[in-house]
């Protein structure tokens, strides 16, 4: 039953499924010393010695968390696959994998699940190959058979798998004869500890409205166990002997065992244990590390009192050390004699209530004394988490076993900056901004929530404090975020949660993404030349620089045997025309010439054009000559600028696509698209993934010719839809919304001025 993970299962293989995904990190004790960095690589293979399903999980998507020696989370991922280069401090850091947004199962016995985790060793210098695998993490189980004196004698009859008696969850497994003649397998995700309960329902013939019930726990299962259980009559038992008239027989792939079921009687509930504090048992009993005030104490009720109480635990390596036996029992077998004994020897340890608990329906048991006072070598009982169990066997014969979570920390958990994740549909990571998170232990919600950030490396007086907006704090989760601003691009922070009256929680690095640089967004740039097969083009980049802009002016320039518009259709404005300096105007114009008969619109757009060797022929030939995109890597969150629209009324539809639209008004059109092309594609593919977009889709403005010439300010947010980071940007700004399609209104203007990029989510005005 101790063979961990990887042990042989019956009827297949176990999945080791490899993480697919790359961490690389540099470490530093004191800001980009090359000296001090070190680098860590994870490696990834696949391990197929055993099979668990028909096909391999290769589409599992799994969270991860790097969690320092000290227990807190340096670095979470949502999803591993985007996992990029990150840096660390020198030290000992355990990677820990599950799968994500795992809900509860929809299939009526569960699906296998997998997790892993990894220690490693992050040094300064060096780069540290670490091998993560990911592996089955709950349990399978099945029913092999129903005894046929069973079948005998009872109409209706089951045995019910789950985590713990009063566990209420739709993924509750049910074998009833026909999962067993169907040799139905299930899966079962067992309590921390590996328990599980085991509830076996009947109705004899004799009494067919009086349902029978026997309970038994399963303890000490492992990660990818498979349990095989047979249900059988006692041919010596009683109903009225406590619970021996059916016995369980348990079968392993390390043992068989046989047991006999116990009674449980329904008409009085199952023990229960409960704070003192009134808080979750979800949630750990803390103690301040630094305070040691924690009040760590249990309440323990039993409507049928309480037979016997037991305190266990394995942690062999702390808290035995520190005082606490791996298993006390009080009641039972010991008189209250011994329990006193008992606590005399625990006192500085543990403590319970007067006296002895057998008949009592209520007691207490309190282990402040271990998480506060208690010392080893003068040393008190380290940061950590320590896990123990209260079982409580009733004289209902009930027995009810609970996992209590102890723990000496901050009074913080430090999520740090939410990379890898989205917040309002923008990254939680940007080039100046970072949306933090963390969440606080204490039993109740501290007051003043906020965070502290720097720059890493710099001193005490460096600390800059921002508040928590009462919005975003998730109660229920015990969490809160906040937004930090102003960052520098590509620089390196640390950032802790505070609060009021409790100590500041460990601080978690992060670094600011890179700001893209988009050219000539005022629009003061351009020259007239020969570009992209035709003279006399206005070209709206800045001269000398690399080209990132491109127009349809080439092929309104475009003249062959004195044939051709000969005309530029965007070209730089000035004076009562621009906003400021100069501006971009962008018409439109109806062509019948060569025998081709076309919309050349006004379009400035990331890209390229032509270039051009021979007239187009059809409008798809002209389409050929727009390439759209850039490289672009970075992550803004808007676009902002200044516009003015005289639209003309739709008149022109040259593929006839939008019948319904002739005679409406024209619309502008002014866009960002960040898109996902992959590795080494450099033509927009027809269906790229976009990462995020933002447009701005308008009729015409009435701005006023005594401010601002007329222009109008415009704003949008571009909303992302994946946490990926793009690869390419298509920005673009149109005079007729349907210019791709050669569908517009002749003459529509389109007048732009001083765009700007807003890379923080408070600057966005909407």
């Excluded at 000290?70 to 999803?79: A, C, I, K, L, N």
């Excluded at 498979?226 to 043992?255: E, I």
């Excluded at 992209?532 to 070209?539: I, P």
């Excluded at 672009?632 to 676009?639: D, H, I, S």
């Amino acid at each position: 039953m101790k063979s961990g993970i990887a042990k042989w299962l019956s009827g297949g293989r176990l999945i080791g499924l490899l993480c697919t995904a790359m961490l690389v990190g540099a470490c530093s004790r004191s800001g980009l010393d090359a000296s001090r960095e070190g680098t860590i690589s994870f490696s990834f293979a696949q391990d197929d010695a055993v099979t668990v399903k028909s096909s391999e999980p290769s589409n599992i998507v799994y969270a991860l968390d790097i969690v320092s020696e000290q227990g807190d989370t340096v670095v979470h991922y949502d999803d591993h696959r985007t996992v990029q280069t990150i840096r660390l401090q020198e030290g000992v850091y355990t990677i820990y994998a599950r799968e994500n947004d795992v809900t509860v199962s929809s299939e009526p016995f569960g699906e296998p699940r997998y997790a892993g985790q990894e220690t490693f060793t992050v040094s300064a210098g060096m780069n540290t190959v670490v091998p993560l695998t990911c592996k089955l993490a709950n349990v399978k189980v099945t029913v092999l058979e129903f005894d046929q004196e069973i079948k005998d004698n009872f109409t209706d009859y089951s045995l019910v798998i789950k985590p713990s008696y009063d566990y209420a969850g739709s993924d509750t497994l049910t074998f009833t004869q026909t999962d067993v003649d169907a040799q139905q397998q299930g899966w079962i995700n067992p309590t921390a500890k590996g328990t599980f309960v085991l509830i076996f329902r009947a109705f004899n013939h004799q009494s067919t409205d009086k349902r029978q019930v026997y309970v038994r726990t399963i303890a000490d299962a492992q990660p990818a166990d498979y349990y095989r259980f047979t249900v059988k009559m006692n041919p010596t038992g009683d109903p009225s002997d406590g619970g021996s008239m059916f016995r369980l027989s348990v079968q392993t792939d390390a043992q068989e065992y046989e047991f006999p079921f116990g009674v449980m009687d329904q008409t009085r509930a199952l023990p229960q244990v409960t704070r003192a504090d009134g808080g979750s048992l979800h949630d750990p009993l803390t103690t301040n590390v630094d305070a040691r005030d924690g009040v760590i104490r249990l309440n323990i009720h039993a409507d049928a009192s309480m037979q016997r109480l037991r305190i266990r635990h394995e942690d062999a390596e702390v808290l035995l050390k520190y005082g606490l036996p791996g298993m006390i029992t009080l009641g039972g077998e010991n008189d209250m004699a011994t329990d006193e004994a008992q606590r005399n020897e625990l006192a500085g340890v543990v403590t319970w209530g007067e006296g002895t608990i057998v008949g009592n329906t209520d007691t207490w048991v309190d282990f402040s004394g271990l998480m506060n006072t208690a010392t080893l070598n003068g040393e008190l009982l380290p940061e950590g988490n320590y896990t123990v169990e209260i079982e409580v066997y009733d004289f209902d014969n009930q027995m009810m076993t609970q996992t209590v979570n102890l723990a000496v920390a901050r009074d913080f958990s430090t999520g740090g900056a939410m990379d890898g994740q989205l917040v309002n549909d923008l990254p939680g990571l940007g080039a100046t901004y970072a949306y933090v998170t963390a969440q606080w232990l204490t039993s109740t919600m501290p007051e003043g929530l906020g965070f502290q950030y720097r720059p890493l490396g710099t001193g005490e007086d460096a600390w800059q404090t921002v508040m928590v907006a009462e919005a975003d704090i998730d109660a229920g989760q015990k969490s809160f975020r906040a937004l930090l601003s102003g960052l520098t691009p590509q620089s390196l922070y640390e950032v802790r949660p505070i609060g009021t009256d409790v100590s500041a929680g460990t601080s978690a690095t992060f670094q600011t993404e890179a700001q893209g640089v988009i050219p000539n967004l005022d629009f003061e740039g351009g020259q007239y030349g020969s570009f992209d097969g035709a003279s006399g083009v206005y070209d709206p980049n800045i001269p000398g620089q690399t080209r990132f802009w491109a127009t349809g002016n080439p092929g309104g320039m475009y003249v062959m045997a004195g044939q051709g518009l000969k005309k530029n259709v965007t070209l730089p404005v000035e004076g009562s025309e621009a906003r400021t300096g100069k501006a971009l105007w962008l018409t439109s114009y109806y062509v019948d010439k060569l025998g081709v008969k076309s919309l050349a619109t006004g379009t400035i757009f990331s890209g390229s054009f032509g270039p051009i060797s021979s007239p187009p022929m059809n409008t798809n030939d002209q389409r050929a000559l727009v390439h759209y995109g850039q490289s672009y890597t970075a992550r803004p969150v808007g676009l902002k600028g200044w516009y003015k629209y005289v639209p003309k009324t739709i008149d022109t539809d040259i593929d006839g696509k939008y019948p319904d639209l002739i005679g409406q008004s024209d619309q502008c059109k002014i866009y960002i698209s960040l898109e996902k092309w992959g590795a080494g594609v450099t033509s927009r593919p027809a269906s790229p993934t976009v990462v995020g977009y933002g447009e701005l889709l308008s009729g015409a403005t009435a701005g006023s010719a005594d401010q601002d010439n007329g222009y109008v300010p415009f704003e949008f947010k571009i909303k992302y839809v994946s946490s990926e980071k793009p690869d390419h940007i298509v920005m673009c700004a149109t005079c007729s919304y349907l210019s791709d399609d050669f569908c517009g209104g002749a003459g529509s203007a389109l007048y732009i001025d001083d765009f700007e990029v807003i890379w923080s989510p408070d600057e966005l005005t909407r």
